[in-house]
């Protein structure tokens, strides 16, 4: 056996997945069988730095999705590489929605293979019209199979990635001394964390006035401030809308470039209620900043308060707005949105799609208990001042940062490792 792995694809993979498929007679993509090929749908099997393997899917509609190409290198056709991939892309459809999977084959010992191993069945013929596959063969055959008993497993590394949030677009120095607001500030608390195991650090810019601003300068310092020390941790800059609804200011810190580009991005998925404000994020803007993400390779970090913001943004992958793997932050607590019972948080994590990281937090008081339940799942955290800046919850104590975090160490079980940046990176495929 060999000990290959399986990701998904890159931009930079597009190549080498045309010149796979050159000996299978399928690289006269794009053509009339074959659109261009979008790597934000396929899966690739790679061994010792090459790929040997890649498979493509789509959505037909909300409940049938359908395989494209799929091709294994002549020299690892015995390794189980084509099984792999084949489930993988059947886990994922199954997770998106779909109860049924279509495939179109050329090769009878293919049609065979898939209806062993996958229980397709033949359900007709479809005539060629290009010169694609086999050149003997004029017809593919039309193979169905369901998805409905398809099982998966929400991602759990089993080891905590911890999320430090330091400063939001609330709280100020008169609310808590503590809340960080300059860059200077912002940057010290985030290498503190660091050292304690934060792996991701989520970042809001102030002003000299402590207001919130979009200004790239600001978070290009912080960035780089912390960069300075940990060039390793996974930086993610915030285009919530809050306190200015353009997209121009909203999409300010994702258009960051060079020693300052952001890895991720914070895209809240629908608009809600806080206890004193509504905050709007109409369809359009959340689809322009997937867009502006996707194009920048900067990954979304997908935050949801209600269980329809998971639905939608399954509805924004199918339209090729986003890309596996995701990261999504689960807030609960914040009245005007789902309560923090362990009831609404297992409901989420239900309704979570395969290939899927998460962490969770409680709004104000409901932190600690949150992260509780967050980590006996087996999940990640987010903690910090910008979701509480109390420690206890009857309000009488003002917490540091480094007090929520050590409160969440005090959560962790003994046996529980806290994951490394280099490690979520990869897992995150940043």
């Not at 430090?164 to 709280?171: K, L, Q």
């Not at 600690?368 to 990640?380: F, L, R, S, W, Y």
Request: net charge positive; hydrophobic share 40%.
């Amino acid at each position: 056996m060999i000990e290959y792995k399986i990701r998904f694809a890159k931009k930079s993979d597009i190549k080498s997945i045309i010149s796979l498929m050159k000996p299978y007679n399928m690289h006269h993509i794009p053509s009339l069988e074959m659109g261009e090929l979008n790597e934000q749908f396929f899966i690739v099997a790679e061994y010792k730095g090459n790929i040997i393997g890649a498979a493509g899917f789509s959505f037909l509609n909300s409940d049938k999705g359908k395989t494209t190409l799929m091709a294994v290198h002549p020299d690892y056709q015995h390794f189980g590489v084509g099984k792999e991939l084949q489930r993988m892309r059947m886990i994922i459809l199954a997770g998106f929605g779909c109860g049924t999977i279509l495939t179109n084959v050329d090769r009878p010992e293919t049609v065979a293979w898939y209806k062993k191993n996958f229980g397709y069945k033949e359900i007709g013929r479809l005539k060629k019209i290009h010169s694609f596959g086999r050149k003997d063969i004029d017809e593919w055959t039309t193979l169905e199979a369901s998805l409905k008993n398809i099982k998966w497993k929400i991602n759990k590394p089993e080891k905590l990635i911890i999320n430090f949030a330091p400063t939001g677009m609330v709280s100020r120095k008169k609310d808590n001394p503590n809340v960080p607001v300059t860059a200077t500030e912002i940057a010290r608390d985030a290498l503190k964390a660091a050292l304690k195991g934060a792996s991701i650090i989520h970042i809001h810019a102030r002003d000299a006035e402590e207001s919130p601003s979009p200004d790239p300068k600001i978070y290009s310092e912080i960035i780089l401030r912390i960069r300075d020390k940990r060039p390793d941790l996974v930086i993610c800059v915030t285009t919530g809308g809050r306190n200015y609804k353009d997209f121009s200011k909203r999409s300010a810190s994702i258009e960051i470039t060079g020693d300052a580009k952001p890895d991720m991005g914070s895209l809240t998925i629908g608009s809600l209620n806080f206890p004193k404000q509504a905050v709007s994020n109409e369809p359009d803007i959340i689809m322009a900043l997937a867009k502006k993400m996707l194009e920048n390779e900067i990954k979304p970090e997908l935050e949801v308060f209600e269980i329809g913001m998971v639905d939608y943004y399954k509805y924004l992958f199918k339209k090729g707005f986003l890309k596996l793997p995701l990261y999504t932050n689960i807030l609960l607590g914040s009245l005007g949105s789902m309560n923090a019972s362990k009831q609404n948080l297992e409901f989420m994590l239900k309704s979570l799609p395969p290939f899927n990281y998460w962490a969770a937090t409680g709004i104000g008081k409901f932190q600690g208990k949150v992260h509780k339940m967050a980590i006996k799942k087996g999940g990640g955290v987010r903690v910090g001042l910008e979701d509480n800046i109390y420690l206890d919850e009857h309000k009488t104590v003002l917490a540091t940062n480094m007090d929520l975090i050590d409160r969440v160490l005090s959560y962790k079980p003994e046996n529980m490792a806290i994951a490394t940046p280099r490690e979520v990176r990869e897992w995150l495929q940043l």
